[in-house]
């Protein structure tokens, strides 16, 4: 069930609320945690095992490593020698890391023994091949769970907060499944913290009206992006990145942009519809894109673009590494040898950013590309790093800034190039094929709009303009969005004259109904960020 | 105080605007309304062209899934048997469909004989067994025959030349389709006592089905369409058990493939899912002599 579907928004979300709001405020995340299920079921009730595995082993690591902490307390309280007490701390530390370690690696190995078995499975063979070996190791070709890659970083998230004891560990393990499997982010997230959601999600707030409506309002927003505009520009995407061998390089550039556009309106439209139905709830979630196509550079492009991966890479990973002994070491050793700054900030960025790119990279999916897309950004953001003086230098002579309005336009288009050209490597099916595009892209300019050939991609020119407008229209609405910085779109059209209101809601529900891509001859389009 | 009841009322007139959106689209996207010299959707492309049919020409209606399209060659049908047969069928049909698809064409036909084609009801793919899958399914039909906008709302794509549609049939529901690709995997009614599960609410709509033609007088015959592919002896233990308990007749012409003649390597064009025209023809010839043996035609 995708939360752009009918049966959704009429009968599955206004049964929650109703439900939601029924039962006494203490248990209302008992609600939100049978229709969790009763969501997940949709997906086959048998593989809620997973994320029944994933959530014990939250909840019981959590409780252990409370326990541990209230013991080392009581320990050191009774111990009076200040060496002792040391000792004590230095023991419990290394049990509560022995947990959390152990936990973490459950998790991951859970996750990798769905997701990625068979890509192991696949180069073992490949490798095996070429050393001459005709075994081959049958794939077990596991349906991925439903929304097992979110779930594991939150659930890893949370395990690390108790650790670091930024939270206490929750004891209700009811609670702690309800927090795993929300309904509205456990298929494309966003990924939220325990901290950021803990209050809204089990205080039981009452359904308050204001919130139901902005909050269906920005549903039927994510909605319209999906079925009238991304949906739309999925056959020409398919098309081009199927027939690889029949385009030329203007149609690979193309197929690029068309790609990129696909993929915002999919996957920021499902998240509208996220945060708008956790609202109706009232539970706050966090924005996962800040008008990503006005970053200036692609470390902004990646604060923007995914935001909760980008905040959960960089507090369970980035910080981890820049403060981990290896750095240390070596900041150490460039002081000593009094190497240059600028190339001492470059090696130490360099060991923190390796392992946040190649994660990023593999947890979108067990494949050769996105390992490649993570490395692409994490060579093209040390390149932005490396350069950055040079082109400090540069502005200099020409006696401007960077917030030049030349230079930031210059800029953002730069950046534009940069993420098409990363969008290629993310959709194509295969390394082969990425290499083939990349070749065409840069040696073989063709015709695309002279001669029609556009029109030959499986969508005709009335799609390119519906899309085209209602493109506009989210335009429209991003720039609003960078003026009004913080403000949201959804809570002050609840300040417009009512009129507004009504006009707004009619002009998306009607744009849908008419325009939208459902129904009889229409293949559903599975959301991108589903699959991953 | 107030401002909560300005919102009430606000809500209370963008529902009722909604809802009159909705109907005033229903009403100009519907088929009937539209009128369009082609069928808007491939799938409805039957049904869209028995609407078209002079009123009280048809008799004889033959309903289900894409099974159903390729069951009878209903020309020759009414040549032979005096019988004005039109086959409906829709890929990918719910019974739930079905039974609305059987509502609207009685609005506009005197039927006297329905043959339900089974493999819609019997169907125990794993992707549309369950419960909740038949839900989707139930809500689909439910608000696509209420709101036909939802259905048919791609019409506008015609209306401003920028798709064809699909073309209208004019042979009663029936294509002679000539391609041949074998069927090769051997026997494929394997004695069982197993029984496929039919989800409740497919039963709910069937049972509509079957008091919609008592009231209405109207013959029902249930067929398994030939199908190495897809039918199995589980599923016909499934339509056995439902016809017996109601008293309609049944032919599982799966079992009957000898008497028949269904020869696999020649009689299917997709490798054993449907017959092609010879098997059409065999079928229709099978059905000419056996429906007046079954059923009591008034």
């Not at chain 1, 590309?369 to 490395?375: D, E, L, P, V, W």
């Not at chain 2, 419960?131 to 939802?150: C, M, Y």
């Amino acid at each position: 069930m995708y939360y752009f579907s009918l049966i959704f928004a009429v009968l599955f979300l206004p049964a929650a609320l109703i439900v939601y709001q029924l039962l006494p405020q203490k248990y209302r995340y008992i609600a939100l945690l049978v229709f969790n299920v009763i969501f997940f079921s949709y997906t086959g009730m048998r593989r809620f095992i997973y994320p029944l595995l994933a959530g014990g082993i939250t909840f019981f690591a959590g409780l252990l490593l409370e326990y541990l902490f209230a013991k080392q307390k009581e320990k050191v309280k009774a111990e009076e020698d200040k060496e002792n007490k040391k000792k004590i701390k230095k023991s419990y530390l290394i049990k509560t890391r022995t947990v959390m370690i152990v936990s973490i690696a459950a998790l991951v190995l859970l996750i990798l023994h769905v997701k990625y078995t068979d890509f192991f499975i696949e180069n073992i063979n490949s490798i095996a091949q070429k050393m001459g070996n005709d075994h081959r190791i049958p794939l077990k070709e596991f349906v991925l769970p439903l929304g097992i890659s979110f779930y594991t970083l939150q659930s890893i998230g949370y395990i690390v907060d108790v650790y670091w004891r930024k939270i206490t560990a929750e004891k209700n393990f009811l609670k702690v499944l309800t927090y795993i499997t929300f309904f509205p982010t456990i298929m494309e997230g966003p990924i939220v913290s325990f901290l950021e959601v803990k209050e809204d999600l089990f205080s039981g707030k009452g359904i308050v009206f204001d919130n139901v409506y902005s909050g269906y309002i920005r549903l039927l927003y994510g909605c319209m992006k999906k079925l009238v505009i991304a949906d739309r520009l999925n056959p020409a995407v398919k098309y081009l990145f199927t027939e690889i061998g029949e385009t030329n390089g203007t149609e690979v550039a193309c197929a690029a942009v068309l790609f990129t556009v696909m993929e915002y309106m999919d996957f920021s439209g499902s998240i509208d519809m996220v945060i708008g139905v956790a609202k109706m709830f009232g539970i706050k979630l966090p924005e996962n894109f800040k008008q990503p196509f006005f970053a200036k550079n692609a470390t902004e492009f990646w604060r923007r673009w995914h935001v909760t991966l980008g905040v959960w890479l960089k507090t369970y990973i980035f910080y981890p590494v820049s403060m981990s002994g290896l750095v240390r070491k070596f900041s150490k050793f460039a002081k000593e040898k009094k190497l240059n700054n600028h190339f001492k900030n470059m090696v130490v960025s360099a060991i923190s950013l390796l392992p946040v790119w190649l994660i990023n990279g593999l947890w979108h999916g067990p494949s050769w590309t996105y390992i490649s897309y993570g490395i692409y950004y994490f060579i093209v953001i040390m390149l932005e790093l490396i350069f950055e003086p040079l082109g400090d230098l540069i502005l200099e002579k020409l006696k401007t800034t960077r917030e030049n309005p030349v230079v930031t336009v210059i800029r953002v288009l730069k950046n534009w190039i940069v993420i098409f050209l990363g969008e290629i490597v993310f959709r194509v099916s295969n390394m082969f094929g990425a290499v083939v595009m990349y070749r065409k892209f840069f040696t073989e300019p063709g015709r695309v709009f002279s001669n029609g050939a556009f029109l030959n991609w499986g969508i005709n020119g009335v799609d390119y303009v519906i899309a085209l407008i209602f493109l506009l229209v989210v335009l429209a609405v991003d720039i609003w969005k960078e003026k009004n910085k913080g403000e949201l779109l959804s809570d002050r059209i609840m300040l417009c004259p009512a009129y507004l209101r009504v006009a707004a809601v009619l002009f998306l529900a009607v744009s849908i109904l008419i325009l939208g891509l459902y129904g009889p001859g229409f293949l559903e389009v599975d959301l991108i960020y589903a699959n991953f | 105080m107030e401002n909560k009841k300005s919102k009430y009322i606000e809500i209370i007139i963008l529902l009722l605007l909604l809802a009159a959106s909705v109907c005033f689209l229903s009403h100009i996207f519907s088929p009937e309304n539209l009128n369009l010299p082609v069928a808007i959707n491939e799938k409805d492309r039957y049904y869209e062209s028995i609407i078209r049919e002079p009123e009280n020409t048809i008799d004889t209606l033959i309903i289900g899934n894409s099974e159903a399209v390729t069951l009878v060659d209903t020309p020759r049908f009414e040549k032979e048997t005096g019988r004005s047969a039109y086959s409906v069928g829709k890929a990918g049909s719910s019974v739930a469909d079905a039974y609305y698809t059987l509502r609207d064409i009685t609005k506009m036909q005197d039927i006297k004989l329905v043959i339900l084609e089974t493999d819609m009801f019997a169907d125990d793919n794993i992707d549309y067994s369950s419960n909740r899958e038949e839900l989707k399914r139930v809500f689909t039909a439910e608000t696509e025959h209420l709101f036909p906008v939802f259905r048919y709302h791609s019409a506008w794509k015609i209306l401003a030349g920028q798709n064809e549609g699909y073309p209208l049939n004019s042979e009663r529901g029936y294509e002679e389709r000539t391609d041949i690709v074998p069927y090769t995997g051997g026997e494929y009614m394997l004695p069982t006592e197993e029984v496929s599960y039919i989800p409740k609410l497919r039963v709910f709509y069937m049972n509509k089905i079957v008091k919609f033609c008592r009231k209405n007088d109207i013959d029902l015959l249930f067929v398994s369409a030939p199908s190495a592919l897809l039918f199995n002896t589980k599923k016909h233990n499934a339509v056995s058990v439902y016809t017996e308990e109601n008293n309609i007749p049944y032919l599982d012409l799966n079992s009957l493939n000898d008497e028949i003649g269904i020869d696999w390597t020649t009689d299917t064009m997709d490798g054993g899912d449907h017959v092609n025209a010879n098997g059409t023809e065999k079928v229709t010839d099978y059905l000419i002599k056996c429906i007046p043996e079954v059923i009591s035609i008034k």
